[in-house]
């Protein structure tokens, strides 16, 4: 069974940093890439960040380009985001999610497979 677990949202003042979690399970990790979404209330789903977990390439949303780092520990199934300077912006539920994007589709929630269920993260004024 294919699963996504994604961890480490919380409530945190602008300006702070938070780190989020994604292990995955269930299928060869390196065959995937694994993307970081997030939804706002009222808005529509982004796709903010990327990681090729067989050759390390990543990508960034002009969103979140310069704040966010977006790693991977393949030894551990395990992708993370570290997400810094955080404004009220970033206030959203942060979902990680598992497919086989292509550049012109990275940013798009239809070219991933497999979901998590998401984690809150609340950036306080």
């Known amino acids: 069974e294919v699963q996504l677990q994604a961890s480490g949202g919380g409530l945190v003042q602008a300006g702070g940093s938070l780190r989020l979690s994604c292990v995955v399970s269930g299928f060869t990790f390196d065959d995937y890439g694994i993307g970081w979404f997030r939804q706002a209330p009222g808005k529509e789903r982004e796709g903010i960040s990327c990681?090729?977990?067989?050759?390390?390439?990543?990508y960034y949303a002009d969103s979140v380009k310069g704040r966010f780092t977006i790693s991977s520990d393949n030894a551990k199934n395990t992708v993370y985001l570290q997400m810094s300077s955080l404004t009220a912006e970033d206030t959203a539920v942060y979902y990680c999610a598992a497919g086989r994007p292509i550049l012109t589709t990275i940013r798009r929630s239809s070219a991933y497979d497999y979901w998590g269920q998401g984690t809150q993260v609340t950036v306080s004024s």
């Open positions: 990681i090729s977990t067989s050759d390390g390439d990543t």
